[in-house]
C-alpha cells in the first residue's frame, strides 16, 4: 500500500490523501478537498483515481468531490447516513464494510460518530496498519463537536474503538493542528516530558514532510486518551472545583472537550 499524503496549504490546514495499490496504481483519494492537487500528484505518478471517500460531509472535506469525480469518473462513498448532506454519493458506508484499491490495498470502514453523526475512518489491513482518521482523531487531539456532532459519542468511539487499536497504528489525520494540540495537552499535564520533547521538535515542521504519529505516540502526548493520568485530573479541578475527586473516564474526557472549545 502506498500512502501519499498531500499538504493543501490552505487557511484549514488540510491533509488530504491517496491510497495507492503498488501492482496496478489504481489509487483513492480521501477528502481531496484541493482537487488540483490531488489530480496533479496522480498524473505525475501514474495513477488512476478510482474511487473518492469522504470522512465526514463538512465542506472543507467534500469540496473537490465534483471536480476529482469529472475528471476521473470515480465512484464517491461516505458513510451510509449522509446520502442527504453528501451529494452524489454512490456507495453508502457501514462498520466492517472494506473498501479494496487495485488488488493488494484493503480498508475496514470504522462507524466513528462524534465530530459529526455520519463519520468514518478508514482503517488498511496490513500489518502495518494506518488509520485515516478525518476529523475524529487529530495527532496530539480530538474533533469538535460544534457542527452536528457530540461529545458523548466522540467519548465512545475513543474508548471503544480507537483505543483499542493495534498500538503501531500510524494516524493521518484531515488538519494538521499538532502544535496546538501540544500546547494543549501541556497545558492540562505540564509535567508530560514526552509532549514537550515532541512539541520542541516539530514546532517548525514541514507540514509537506508531516509527522506521521502512532497510536502508542498518541498514548503519550494526546490528552484525550490520557483520561486517568493524576495530573491531567488535578488541573481538571483547578477549573471544574465541584468536579468529583475521582471522576470517570467519560466525565474527563467531555470536561476536556469542553475546555479544548474555547481555548
Not at 471536480?67 to 446520502?83: D, E, Q, R, S
Not at 498518541?218 to 477549573?239: G, H
Request: glycine share 8%.
Amino acid at each position: 500500500m502506498i500512502v501519499e499524503q498531500v499538504w493543501t496549504g490552505n487557511a484549514y490546514r488540510n491533509f488530504n490523501y491517496l491510497i495507492v495499490c503498488p501492482e496496478t496504481g489504481e489509487a483513492l483519494a480521501i477528502d481531496p478537498l484541493d482537487h488540483e492537487k490531488c489530480l496533479g500528484v496522480a498524473k505525475d505518478k501514474g495513477w488512476t483515481i478510482t474511487q473518492v471517500v469522504n470522512t465526514h460531509e463538512h465542506g472543507d472535506h467534500t469540496g473537490g468531490n465534483k471536480k476529482v469525480i469529472a475528471a476521473t469518473g470515480a465512484k464517491l462513498l461516505a458513510h451510509k447516513n449522509a446520502k442527504n448532506s453528501i451529494a452524489g454519493m454512490d456507495v453508502g458506508l457501514d462498520a466492517g464494510d472494506v473498501v479494496k484499491v487495485g488488488k493488494t490495498v484493503e480498508l475496514l470502514a470504522l462507524d466513528t460518530p462524534g465530530h459529526t453523526m455520519s463519520h468514518v475512518c478508514l482503517l488498511s489491513q496490513t500489518d502495518d496498519p494506518g488509520l485515516f482518521s478525518g476529523d475524529t482523531l487529530f495527532n496530539a487531539g480530538a474533533g469538535n463537536c460544534h457542527n452536528g456532532g457530540h461529545p458523548a459519542e466522540l467519548y465512545d468511539t475513543f474508548a471503544n474503538q480507537l483505543s483499542k487499536l493495534p498500538a503501531n497504528t500510524r494516524i493521518f489525520p484531515g488538519h494538521d493542528y499538532i502544535v496546538n494540540n501540544l500546547e494543549f495537552t501541556l497545558a492540562r499535564e505540564p509535567d508530560n516530558v514526552k509532549a514537550k520533547e515532541l512539541l520542541d521538535t516539530i514546532t517548525t515542521q514541514d507540514p509537506d514532510d508531516a509527522l506521521v504519529s502512532t497510536l502508542s505516540m498518541e498514548m503519550e502526548v494526546n490528552t484525550f486518551f490520557r483520561l486517568q493520568n493524576p495530573s491531567v485530573i488535578a488541573q481538571l479541578q483547578k477549573d471544574f472545583p465541584d468536579l468529583d475527586g475521582d471522576p470517570d473516564p467519560k466525565t474527563v474526557f467531555l470536561k476536556l472537550r469542553e475546555l479544548r472549545n474555547s481555548w
